[in-house]
């Protein structure tokens, strides 16, 4: 492997980890903030799962298991 083609391949993964890791880092934040705050522990819970359901959505779809249409 040339030093070029190695470059692009150590980018690539750089790229694919920032994309990954910031927003996980900046909900972690949130969380802190809103645990914090001076909500319920209702409201706390419920801020949680609500931000949590973009990524929930994807993960069960996938864990479930629901097989593609046959084209």
């Keep these: 492997m040339d030093l070029w ?3 692009w391949s150590i980018g690539w993964t750089v790229l ?3 994309v990954l890791a910031t ?3 900046c909900w972690i934040i949130a969380v802190v903030q809103v645990s914090r705050s001076s909500l ?3 409201a706390r819970v419920g801020w949680a799962l ?3 359901i ?3 959505g994807p993960v069960l779809w996938w864990a479930i298991g ?3 249409p046959v084209r």
């Design 23 to 25: 927003p996980a880092i």
């Design 16 to 18: 694919l980890v920032a």
């Design 54 to 56: 973009p990524i929930l």
């Design 66 to 68: 629901r097989p593609a």
């Design 40 to 42: 319920s522990d209702g």
């Design 50 to 52: 609500v931000t949590l």
């Design 5 to 7: 083609a190695h470059f």
